[in-house]
């Protein structure tokens, strides 16, 4: 696949499938052996069963949620994309009763793509910044109040 081939393939995997919830597009854009790494989410998802189950446990938590892409770069068969995330906590996050409140993250992802399909997602966004908002841990300067 072409370069804009696998950045179209990135982009039908953030709008279609994680924003509006099209996890029924799972087996035509994840490889079998897809593995998803997030050092901020425990274990590795794989294949598109994973897939799912980690953009449902996000869009359970919140379900307003919406990624938007703000950069693409695409070489060989890797594609890295810099994306912002809005939602407001209104369901249940593992380990995190709802809060109501909004969010916005940042996040860079890496993906590498095999014959059509994304089979390597390594992700890195900020985690921390999260529970911030959602009161979880204390913001700097919170701590000793």
Known sequence: MSTEENKALIRRWVEEFFNQGQMDLAEELFAPDFVQRDPGTPGAYRGPEGAKQFATMY???????????????????????????RGTHTGDLPGIPATGK????????????????VVEDH??????????????????????A
């Open 59 to 85: 869009r359970t938590g919140f379900p307003d949620v919406w990624l938007t892409i703000e950069d693409m770069i695409a070489e060989g068969d890797q594609v890295i994309t810099r994306w912002s995330g």
């Open 102 to 117: 909004q969010t916005l993250v940042t996040g860079i992802q890496i993906d590498r793509i095999v014959n059509g399909k």
């Open 123 to 144: 992700v890195n966004w900020d985690t921390l910044g999260l529970l911030q908002q959602l009161g979880v841990i204390p913001t700097p300067g919170q701590a000793g």
